[in-house]
């Protein structure tokens, strides 16, 4: 924090611009700032703000005016200023919808006979999902989508048998392998077919 104050009075004291080479030559001379830091410094003081920087060409500027910090600082308490008064505005406008909202809600005895129908019904309903959810395995949706799922999974195991098949067909053809070796070098019983 001390190196950016210090880096800041080059920039506030001389009032010029500067590229990186020079302030890298000079403000170790002028402040005593360790010639490593002065372009991770400057770059945080760009990041800040604080230092103004421009692509000219192919050279990169660097400068910094007391009334530009001025200035920054205007614009930014100009800012803070509108966002404090939008979020009052919203404040006021989130309570007045809690007035509204609490506005019928009064403690009454209509409300208060209304309120405990409304749990008793609650209740009921959630007595009627619990038995619901008892029957649920023989749901007829439930019970054709399972269906269909063991139909692809028979499909599936008739396709991988047909598979083998064709591997000891291919085994037989080529390597003049038998069924019965190939079944028992497989582990493959004897009883193995589509289904």
Same mark, same amino acid.
């Given at each position: %924090?001390?190196?950016?104050?210090?880096?800041?009075?080059?920039?506030?004291?001389? $009032?010029?611009?500067?590229?990186?080479?020079? !302030?890298?030559?000079?403000?170790?001379? %002028?402040?005593?700032?360790?010639?490593?830091?002065?372009?991770?410094?400057?770059?945080? #003081?760009?990041?800040?703000? !604080?230092?103004?920087?421009? @692509?000219?060409?192919?050279? /990169?500027?660097?400068?910094?005016?007391?009334?530009?910090?001025?200035?920054?600082? $205007?614009?930014?308490?100009?800012?803070? %200023?509108?966002?404090?008064? @939008?979020?009052?505005? $919203?404040?006021?406008? #989130?309570?007045?919808?809690?007035?509204?909202?609490?506005?019928?809600?009064?403690?009454?005895?209509?409300?208060?006979?209304?309120?405990? @129908?409304?749990?008793?019904?609650?209740?009921?309903?959630? $007595?009627?999902?619990?038995? #619901?959810?008892?029957?649920?395995?023989?749901?007829?949706?439930? !019970?054709?989508?399972?269906? /269909?799922?063991? /139909?692809?999974?028979?499909?599936?195991?008739?396709?991988?048998?047909?598979?083998?098949?064709?591997?000891?067909?291919?085994?037989?053809?080529?390597?003049?392998?038998?069924?019965?070796?190939? /079944?028992?070098?497989?582990?493959?019983?004897?009883?193995?077919?589509?289904?």
């Amino acid at each position: %924090m001390a190196i950016q104050f210090n880096f800041k009075r080059v920039f506030k004291k001389l $009032k010029e611009f500067y590229q990186l080479k020079e !302030l890298e030559r000079d403000a170790p001379k %002028m402040k005593g700032i360790v010639t490593n830091t002065v372009k991770d410094v400057l770059q945080s #003081l760009v990041d800040d703000n !604080l230092v103004n920087t421009d @692509k000219i060409g192919t050279s /990169n500027y660097y400068w910094s005016f007391p009334s530009s910090a001025l200035q920054s600082r $205007k614009a930014r308490i100009e800012e803070l %200023m509108l966002e404090l008064q @939008k979020l009052k505005e $919203k404040n006021a406008e #989130l309570q007045s919808n809690i007035d509204v909202a609490y506005d019928g809600r009064e403690n009454s005895d209509d409300r208060a006979t209304l309120l405990k @129908k409304v749990s008793e019904l609650e209740a009921i309903n959630k $007595k009627h999902q619990e038995n #619901l959810a008892l029957f649920r395995e023989c749901d007829p949706a439930l !019970l054709e989508a399972k269906e /269909n799922h063991a /139909n692809l999974a028979l499909e599936c195991g008739n396709r991988w048998t047909e598979n083998i098949f064709l591997i000891q067909s291919y085994c037989f053809k080529k390597f003049n392998i038998e069924r019965a070796d190939f /079944n028992q070098q497989f582990g493959i019983p004897e009883e193995f077919d589509t289904l």
